[in-house]
């Protein structure tokens, strides 16, 4: 396979991207320091096997204060220099942990990613953005911490779960929303080669999403002014999250039922294009997500809103689409939300 290479400058650290088969990695033998899989990534990528490891309970639960503590304690064991890289192999919660612990040990290790689930690599792995959950709350505890080198082997989704290669594409279907109707329109065109994970459609898509993310994030690192797009129908999708738990649904299920709540709202408040609010639906709900719910109760869905961290003093701003690449942060009637979320 031919290596295909992005690279970014997020803030002040440069972060490459290749995408390519395991021969990436065996060029990057040499890489010294700790590599931080969990239970069901441990087997992937021969190349990286000869490396001292840690291995990690698999699932949300270990984006935790705690892990990071046990792997920081690893990096002390392991003798691990300014100048040793943390390798993470796994999916979003493998990445965003090591990251973490790459960012703090000695103020800062060389972190390399090798995502292996379809979100991590589309999503997760970019942008420099680590953290864990602590106190209830998702993600409270991070910083912004960007990967040296970010290797994206896709055939190692030959053992993701298809429930788990579906939470990814949710997050594709946003990124094309977001910024790229080519890649909206492979998604309605190609749709059975897409939940096949034909490789020359999934390497498109990867590519694609990871170039509108990274230009998103390299126009605003912190988070100050257009990076909050990303987070289109989050508000809802954590919400939901932290009501019905995380154990019923995956975070793209989430996200995909968040994008048509936003969608509803928008319409309803004047701003989305009702035509478009219909095609994005559809394509949710052609991928098999459940755009609506009858059995979490909306107030519970607000009241979690208005407790997420993001909002200010519980006022709430959504991110909202006007049509295909048009976005924007909004505060929106609490009427229409609720009568969004009641199905009215
Ligand atoms: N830092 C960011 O910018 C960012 C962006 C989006 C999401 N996230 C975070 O990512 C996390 C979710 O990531 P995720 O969806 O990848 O979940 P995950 O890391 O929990 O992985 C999902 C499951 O798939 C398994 N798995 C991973 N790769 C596999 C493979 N190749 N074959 C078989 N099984 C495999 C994992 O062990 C796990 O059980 C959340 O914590 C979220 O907050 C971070």
């Known amino acids: 396979m031919l290596t295909r290479a992005l690279r970014y400058r997020f803030g002040g650290y440069d972060s490459a991207v290749r995408l390519g088969d395991e021969q990436l990695l065996r060029q990057n033998a040499d890489l010294r320091g700790l590599v931080v899989w969990d239970e069901n990534t441990a087997s992937l990528l021969a190349p990286l096997h000869h490396l001292p490891s840690a291995v990690v309970p698999p699932g949300e639960r270990t984006k935790s204060i705690d892990t990071v503590a046990e792997l920081l304690e690893r990096c002390v064991q392991e003798s691990l220099e300014r100048d040793s890289t943390i390798v993470a192999v796994g999916g979003g919660v493998v990445c965003d942990v090591a990251a973490l612990v790459a960012s703090l040990y000695m103020r800062g290790t060389r972190l390399v990613l090798v995502p292996t689930t379809l979100l991590a690599m589309v999503d997760a792995a970019l942008g420099g953005k680590t953290g864990v959950n602590f106190s209830g709350y998702k993600n409270l505890v991070g910083t912004f911490y960007p990967a040296e080198q970010i290797f994206i082997v896709p055939s190692v989704l030959d053992t993701l779960p298809q429930r788990e290669y579906l939470s990814g594409l949710a997050e594709v279907i946003k990124t094309a929303m977001l910024g790229d109707p080519e890649l909206f329109e492979l998604l309605d065109q190609r749709a059975e080669a897409v939940l096949a994970r034909e490789p020359a459609v999934l390497e498109e898509l990867i590519l694609r999403s990871v170039a509108v993310k990274g230009q998103i994030v390299q126009q605003d690192f912190t988070e100050r002014g257009g990076r909050e797009w990303l987070n289109l129908g989050h508000t809802f999708a954590h919400a939901l999250e932290s009501v019905a738990g995380f154990e019923g649904w995956t975070h793209g299920e989430a996200v995909a039922w968040g994008i048509a ?56 701003r959504f991110v909202l689409q006007r049509r295909p690449g048009e976005t924007e942060l909004r505060e929106l009637n609490p009427q229409i939300v609720r009568s969004v979320l009641m199905g009215s």
């Open 261 to 316: 709540q936003a969608l509803r709202c928008g319409e309803r408040a004047g701003i989305t294009d009702p035509a478009y609010a219909e095609t994005a639906i559809g394509l949710l709900r052609r991928y098999g997500f459940r755009c609506k719910i009858e059995d979490v109760s909306p107030h519970a869905l607000i009241d979690a809103m208005q407790r997420d961290k993001k909002a200010r003093g519980g006022r709430v």
